[in-house]
């Protein structure tokens, strides 16, 4: 299993509000986060380094090996994980308003689990085909969903900012999880929406079916949002499955 991940500033901000990172537990799995912040001069930045940095930390010295097991502990730790940044944002007046989305991938043996509050996204790559396996929790969507405005509409939409869950600001904090088989040659891509905002999903696939190194593939998806405008954050996480997956 080959992990990479590239965030960039962009050309538009001043600062990296985004958040990335991967870790490995004491059983030996694999746990790939990207997260962005919500808030800007108001600690958007710090929100999604306390998610990373704080539940990758806690991941490190878990011991579980089983899905089921982790969609407990990641349910647990996106509630304790919440109530920290509240209580962050109550303790320091620049940071009010502060919070963070969130994805993440857990792979196991031949199975991966991907979670996801907010708009960041996680995509699989099989066979050629490109799929988006999380919800955005956005307005937007919810305008989709109910026939109001067309997906391609909700690229341009004045509103498409707002999310309608997320990591602090709000007591609920409620994760989806979906767990999935993984198969050898499979390619996951985890992103801020810097990135899906600025490129298409056939850009995406080009660049995922290439045979370039994943970590490549990564400076390449952040490239051609760039040259689209840059307009936000910009982050690409991607894992490739190699041909050896254990099976139960």
């Known amino acids: 299993m080959d992990f990479a991940y590239r965030s960039d500033i962009g050309q538009q901000r001043k600062e990296n509000e985004d958040y990335v990172g991967v870790f490995k537990n004491t059983a030996g799995i694999n746990f790939a986060i990207v997260a962005d912040g919500i808030g800007g001069h108001q600690g958007g930045d710090v929100a999604s380094e306390m998610a990373v940095s704080h539940m990758g930390y806690r991941f490190e010295n878990t011991t579980f090996s089983d899905p089921t097991d982790a969609v407990k502990w990641l349910a647990a730790e996106v509630q304790d994980e919440n109530q920290h940044i509240i209580e962050k944002a109550r303790e320091f007046s620049d940071l009010n308003g502060m919070g963070t989305t969130m994805v993440a991938t857990l792979m196991f043996n031949d199975e991966f689990l991907m979670a996801n509050i907010g708009d960041s996204r996680g995509y699989l790559f099989r066979d050629g085909q490109l799929q988006q396996l999380t919800e955005d929790h956005s307005l937007v969507n919810e305008l ?8 391609e509409q909700a690229r341009q939409h004045p509103q498409k900012n707002i999310i309608t869950r997320t990591l602090g600001i709000s007591p609920d904090a409620d994760i989806d999880t979906n767990l999935y088989k993984m198969i050898p040659g499979d390619q996951l891509l985890l ?6 905002n600025m490129v298409t999903d ?7 079916q290439s045979d370039q190194p994943v970590a490549d593939k990564c400076a390449t998806l952040i490239k051609l949002a760039n040259s689209a405008g840059g307009y936000d954050n910009i982050t690409a996480l991607i894992v490739a499955v190699d041909g050896e997956v254990a099976s139960k």
């Open 202 to 208: 056939q850009q995406l696939t080009t660049v995922l």
């Open 191 to 196: 992103c801020s929406d810097g990135l899906t």
């Open 144 to 151: 989709v969903k109910r026939g109001e405005i067309s997906a």
